[in-house]
């Protein structure tokens, strides 16, 4: 049943916790709803209850790169809420350190199938169910390690380079109906970074000018913002958010 409800719908990929959840927090405080996915169904639904409920939020558990969930993300939130507004491809994968050399070919497949056509997919349907005829706005969720070489993780760092060439593509065709762009983080304090920081916290953090790593909050605060009115007449854009660690690059 179709909630009867004017204000506007963002669909988030893996918002059950960390960035995504920080994203889906940020939108139901300025007053819209969300629509939320993650493998974990139980966690789905601890989120949809910290996010304020039913009325609030919707949770669909699945994997972002099966189609066959895309499709029933998009036409449950289609059913609950009437609308999807905005989309955040959130959801990542990073299952790889090492030297590129060894890299396994199907585990970089795995990644980029999770990356990058995840959020192709989920870009093509909200288009197809509502976007390119109401509008709305669309934010890939990428990383510094896309602008960048990223030792150990190369192939999340050519994955999440393919995705800001996604959001230049998309933002090309989609333009003037949807907006979109692109987030670019640096470490942000979430299970997914752990390993980055765990217990060199002290370390880390004297690369990062600002002097502490990412919250989520800070994500969520960017991306209510490219999601709003506010940035009307930004896409195609790449926000880099990284507590000033590029301002430390030099020949
Ligand atoms: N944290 C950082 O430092 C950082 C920096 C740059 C970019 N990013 C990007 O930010 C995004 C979110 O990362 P995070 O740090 O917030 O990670 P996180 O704390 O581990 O949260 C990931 C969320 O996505 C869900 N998820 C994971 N794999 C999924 C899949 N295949 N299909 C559907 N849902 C999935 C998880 O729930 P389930 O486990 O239940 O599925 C969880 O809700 C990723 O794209 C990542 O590449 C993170």
Same mark, same amino acid.
């Given at each position: ?32 709803? &969300? ?38 993300? %998009? ?15 959130? +959801? ?14 199907? *585990? ?7 990356? &990058? ?26 990383? &510094? $390690?896309?602008?960048? $070489?990223?030792?150990? &993780? ?25 907006? *979109?762009? +692109?987030?670019?983080?640096? %470490? ?6 752990? $390993? ?7 370390? *880390? ?9 990412? %919250? ?36």
């Amino acid at each position: 049943m179709t909630t009867e409800n004017s204000t506007e719908v963002a669909l988030v990929t893996g918002a059950s916790r960390g960035i995504g959840f920080g994203i889906a927090q940020a939108i139901v405080a300025r007053g819209d709803r &969300v629509v939320i996915t993650g493998r974990n169904e139980d966690a789905l639904k601890e989120a949809v209850e910290k996010l304020g409920g039913p009325g609030h939020a919707l949770g669909v558990a699945g994997k972002a790169h099966d189609e066959a969930h895309q499709a029933a993300v %998009v036409e449950q939130a289609m059913e609950t809420f009437g609308r999807i507004d905005h989309l955040v491809n959130n +959801a990542g994968t990073n299952p790889v350190f090492g030297p590129i050399a060894d890299v396994d070919l199907n *585990v970089a497949r795995k990644v980029f199938e999770t990356n &990058v056509i995840s959020a192709l997919g989920f870009a093509q349907r909200t288009w197809k169910a509502w976007q390119s005829q109401h509008g709305g706005t669309i934010v890939n969720i990428a990383s &510094v $390690a896309g602008l960048n $070489a990223s030792p150990f &993780v190369g192939p999340y760092g050519i994955s999440k380079a393919a995705m800001i060439n996604l959001t230049l593509q998309l933002a090309h065709e989609f333009a003037p109906v949807v907006r *979109v762009n +692109a987030i670019a983080p640096a %470490v942000v304090k979430t299970k997914f970074a752990t $390993a980055l920081y765990e217990g060199r916290e002290e370390e *880390v953090i004297a690369r990062y000018p600002m002097g502490r790593l990412g %919250v989520p909050e800070d994500i969520g605060g960017a991306a209510a913002f490219l999601t709003s009115p506010a940035a009307a007449w930004i896409t195609g854009q790449t926000l880099v958010i990284d507590g000033g660690i590029f301002l430390n690059a030099s020949v």
